[in-house]
């Protein structure tokens, strides 16, 4: 070969090279340098997310960024039921936990959303006690509240005020001492069986002279006594039954609490938006944050907003900066992208999950669930099926007086019924966690029923 | 030219070229393709709080994530008297605000340790209740905790209990209910005036059977009566005063609450550390996160520890998991790092604040401020001159009965004495507020003083 050809054949090679490194430099700077931000001082918080992330604790767990470290790097932890160092081994003879309304049945939600969901905290966020207007209120997540509640359809909020809380839990707490102020008598707080257990042991927490717990709304119904200075908590969707509920007492005198942690299109239909004159939402309910402990309530007289305000200020001096800055992310993520996302994934997951539990309790003569009929939903525009959060399961057979033994005994955790100011003939069965306890509370479930007759039903 | 020679310069110039491509896809990769970590869902949320941090606010402000937005880019917020898109123009006349403790003159310290102070919190950190082990309370977080006492020794831990709280805020409402429970008559809640107002305003709050503020501690010292059934909150170093302060009533059926939230040596001596029976400290103080609503109660006793538990599972369901991971974040930063980073920067920009301000009141008869004297340090190990929080000036003229009023018509804002159980010939005045608030204060009281005898100090 001569030595043009040699240099022919160098040159191209070279070429070739030019090609594959200018194609390699474009791709490393994302399709151009001058598209692709380069970061300094929050590369490493990225990669430390990322690589936690990455971490393999198959399908049965995740781990955190401020896990428990071993070799260097946070452990798994893994969902009821699983264990090892990647989550991946069942435990065998595991009982079913259907107690707690962890929402964890959203979580593949926002793993799927990961890019919009995530939020990057700097060392200098928000450090003073108050905001720009010394409240304790983030402007833009109140809006983006109000915006949230008026795609949703399940609340009036114009010309009305909003208190921040830990969760709703705070908030129920503060709407007692600010619907209990000023009154000539200590308020009477009652509730409709069955109904959710904190309100009663939050109000006798107190032992204050303000108010005291009283017990069934239902009793002072019957009672020709005035309703004087009453306050009603109304929850709507009940927990732990699912039913959309009304105030039961009437009278000027009588205020109401509405709980409306579960109004929201995962777990009901949305017939009309609320307006009642306080409405306490959580975050824990509406995205699955339950960890993040932020609720906010709706009030519209202005004297009682002030009130809840003030227990906020004086429990707490707000809600956390942090807590605030999270769910204006997700928040965000639920309004820029199609609003509706997190309301159909959320619906079509808990439908999913009723229908299945439906389908095996119709075999059932020992058991039975709460029936919620069809309804017509404003947010979905259309007639549409149950999808609770919780199962209010009832043992029929007269023997069987503690329902929840008789789960226990077929390796299910329930919530027996008397927590609920209810016979414990009655369990409530959380259908909010992981695939992975809903799907062996099915497998567990399927197994007792298919007892009942001796016969095989899968 | 031959043939031969053209295309020996061109393989050169493409040789060339190659050489210049190999090194610019090194440094855009940052040191190698084997050393940066390509990020993928995490770069928007970076590039996010990156390009916020670029927002151009001056020296005297900043802008958030979640502030509100113009333009598409959140709003710079401006240090008290600034104002202006950038923060950059002084408002004239403006009063100095020394009123509240917002920690402010730790942000520089978070700004400089930007990278390690960083955190990414993915969409699906933390949604349940509770932790692995069926807690609200972190573990790695815990343990930070415990050996930042370590360190800085200003406190015993070993064997004792630890409960979060949102801030010291809530933890001390939860002691007050924790000590007062199963006892045989209401609690009787006093401190040592100047005190901190909260207490009262807490106490008087909830208006319950269990307790109630009975005021001065030393009345009831002089009191013959027993002191059954008392609970006293000891404040070391005191707000407002910054005085280390003991116990002042004895008897075994006096129950102490210590509030130690100033007890680090940013603004005092640690003569020892302290060993008491519910320790309580907050976030605010220490890195200067206020806005975190962090605080922790280190406890003895484990049915105090149970029932203060108890309080914050009833009132809150456990701190947010976003707080927790955020001041995992700011511990761990502080220490990774060399560990007295903090406690030098702090010690430092207090210690000069109280000698300028010490020097200005010194050539005054009119103002006097509290004396602190040097003291041996068990955490730098050697003799420390005072640097508190707060101020606790003194109007000495007779006629000056109303001293907040005499800041006031200087353009001053302080915090009078009333609010601690003082005279209001005193007024609190805030040194932990930004360098810009700082400043201004210092101007205002040098111009004050010099009016004095009609002579130009300064």
């Given at each position: 070969m001569g030595r043009s050809r040699i240099c022919f054949f160098s040159a191209l090679a070279s070429v070739v090279l030019n090609i594959?490194?200018?194609i390699n430099l474009y791709n490393h700077v994302?399709?151009?340098?001058?598209?692709?931000?380069?970061?300094?001082?929050?590369q490493k918080a990225?990669?430390?997310?990322?690589?936690?992330?990455?971490?393999n604790c198959s399908v049965h767990g995740r781990a955190y960024l401020d896990g428990f470290v071993v070799d260097g790097k946070p452990i798994c932890e893994c969902n009821t039921c699983?264990?090892?160092?990647?989550?991946?081994?069942?435990?065998?003879?595991?009982?079913?936990?259907?107690?707690?309304?962890?929402?964890?049945?959203l979580e593949p939600f926002w793993m799927q959303h990961a890019a919009s969901s995530a939020v990057l905290v700097p060392g200098w966020h928000r450090m003073t006690y108050r905001f720009a207007d010394h409240t304790f209120i983030s402007e833009q997540l109140k809006n983006q509240i109000f915006r949230l509640h008026s795609i949703s359809r399940n609340a009036i909020t114009k010309g009305k005020y909003i208190v921040f809380g830990g969760g709703s839990t705070q908030?129920?707490?503060?709407?007692v001492f600010a619907l209990s102020a000023n009154r000539s008598s200590p308020s009477r707080v009652v509730a409709d069986p069955p109904y959710y257990p904190l309100y009663r042991?939050?109000?006798?927490?107190?032992?204050?002279?303000?108010?005291?717990?009283?017990?069934?709304?239902?009793?002072?119904?019957?009672?020709?006594d005035s309703n004087d200075n009453v306050i009603e908590f109304v929850t709507s969707p009940n927990n732990p039954d699912g039913i959309l509920k009304k105030v039961i007492l009437k009278g000027s005198s009588v205020k109401t609490i509405h709980d409306h942690a579960y109004y929201w299109p995962h777990y009901t239909a949305i017939p009309a938006p609320s307006n009642e004159d306080v409405m306490i939402f959580t975050l824990s309910k509406l995205t699955g944050h339950a960890g993040s402990r932020f609720g906010w309530a709706i009030v519209k007289d202005k004297e009682v907003y002030e009130n809840m305000a003030n227990y906020i200020l004086i429990e707490q001096m707000g809600i956390s900066r942090d807590t605030q800055l999270r769910a204006f992310q997700l928040l965000k993520a639920v309004l820029e992208g199609n609003t509706t996302d997190i309301f159909n994934f959320a619906y079509e997951r808990m439908r999913d999950r009723w229908e299945k539990l439906e389908q095996?309790?119709?075999?059932?003569?020992?058991?039975?669930?709460?029936?919620?009929?069809?309804?017509?939903?404003n947010f979905f525009e259309k007639d549409r099926g149950a999808s609770p959060a919780y199962a209010w399961l009832k043992c029929e057979r007269e023997e069987d007086t503690?329902?929840?033994?008789?789960?226990?005994?077929?390796?299910?955790?329930?919530?027996?019924?008397?927590?609920?100011?209810?016979?414990?003939?009655?369990?409530r069965l959380s259908l909010l966690r992981s695939q992975d306890d809903f799907d062996l509370l099915l497998r567990r479930l399927t197994d007792l029923v298919s007892e009942e007759n001796g016969a095989q039903i899968m």
């Open positions: 594959f490194l200018l994302g399709g151009g340098i001058w598209e692709k931000q380069k970061l300094s001082w929050t990225a990669e430390e997310a990322e690589a936690v992330a990455l971490i699983y264990q090892g160092p990647d989550c991946s081994r069942f435990i065998p003879d595991c009982a079913a936990d259907a107690d707690s309304g962890d929402p964890l049945f908030l129920l707490s503060a709407a042991m939050q109000t006798d927490y107190f032992e204050t002279a303000r108010f005291e717990f009283e017990g069934n709304a239902s009793m002072l119904k019957n009672n020709s095996i309790i119709s075999l059932s003569k020992r058991f039975s669930i709460q029936e919620i009929p069809i309804q017509f939903c503690d329902c929840n033994a008789v789960l226990l005994a077929a390796n299910v955790i329930g919530r027996e019924g008397s927590k609920f100011m209810a016979e414990d003939r009655y369990v």
